[in-house]
């Protein structure tokens, strides 16, 4: 099993920054270049001779990823800028806006006692 995940782990680093930029497309002369936040992980296990002794042999595995679109890169006329995917940021934006504001106001609370 050890060996799978081994496997598995060298694969997505040899896809390395192919999985976060998408291929270049161009529409009505504008290059577009998706971009997205990737992420993968992957674990094993496998029952120890206690274990085994107990309940049985056992072993198992798992995995799994997720990409978030995060804008695109647009060349148009010789000039490529970003250009984010608003609900992507809003997404991520607001419950990291939501904790920053939460622990602000309790070090603000620790800071008057």
């Given at each position: ?41 992957f674990g ?21 990823g997720i ?30 806006v939501w ?15």
């Open positions: 099993m050890a060996h799978l995940t081994k496997q598995l782990a060298e694969t997505v680093t040899q896809v390395g920054v192919h999985s976060a930029y998408g291929d270049a497309v161009e529409v009505d002369g504008v290059a577009i270049m998706p971009v997205a936040c990737v992420t993968y992980g094993a296990g496998e029952g120890g001779a206690d274990a085994a002794e107990a309940q049985g042999e056992g072993s198992g595995g798992g995995g799994g990409a978030v679109p995060v804008g695109a890169y647009l060349t148009r006329d010789g000039v490529t800028r970003f250009e984010p995917n608003i609900i992507a940021l809003l997404a991520v934006g607001v419950p990291f904790v920053a504001g939460r622990a602000l106001s309790r070090i603000i609370r620790a800071l008057k006692r």
